[in-house]
């Protein structure tokens, strides 16, 4: 347990200071969420690759979706279906300082009608155990880092 959670300093001191990403959403070469259909995960609750031909740009990223009645449903409400803190992990926003750490599709959940990523399925477990303290603690530092 207490190397589990030396790991996770040394892996969130690593993305602070210069090392932190300076957009405000998630983006790799693929686009917003690494292309992955920000709807799907609500509405089939599993990620789906979105199709570049149903790219939208919101934000300063690439949206990709996985159908035209998706991505319509994203260009009309964006917020509603954008993952919380701009894709970024919702644990590493949650921690102390915030951490804009990147994120993977299969770590989502879905809390209230919202969309949350993390690092990978370890961090997620540890973000779940106090999730609603997390929560609060990651929209509160997202206003500062965003």
Request: net charge neutral; proline share 4%.
């Given at each position: 347990?207490?190397s589990?959670?030396?790991?996770l ?6 993305f ?6 300076s957009?405000?959403i ?7 969420i690494?292309g ?7 509405v089939?609750?599993k990620?789906?690759?979105?199709k570049?031909?149903f790219?939208?740009?919101?934000n300063?990223?690439?949206w ?6 998706n ?9 509603k279906y954008?993952?919380q803190f701009?894709g970024y992990?919702?644990f590493?926003?949650?921690?102390g300082?915030?951490h804009k ?6 770590t ?5 009608n919202?969309l949350?990523?993390?690092?990978n ?5 540890h973000?779940?155990?106090a999730?609603?303290?997390n929560i609060v ?8 880092f965003?």
């Open positions: 347990m207490k589990s959670i030396f790991l300093v040394i892996f969130f001191a690593n602070s200071g210069a090392d932190a990403q957009s405000s998630f983006s790799t070469k693929n686009g917003a690494d992955y259909d920000a709807v799907a995960f609500f089939v609750s990620p789906v690759k979105g570049p031909e790219k939208y740009e919101w300063g990223a690439e990709y979706f996985s159908s035209k009645d991505l319509d449903s994203f260009s009309v409400s964006p917020l954008a993952p701009g992990c919702a590493g926003m949650s921690d300082e915030g750490a990147p994120t993977q599709v299969n989502f959940s879905i809390v209230n919202k949350y990523l993390n690092y399925i370890q961090v997620k477990e973000w779940k155990k999730m609603d303290s603690r990651a929209n509160n530092n997202w206003q500062r965003k």
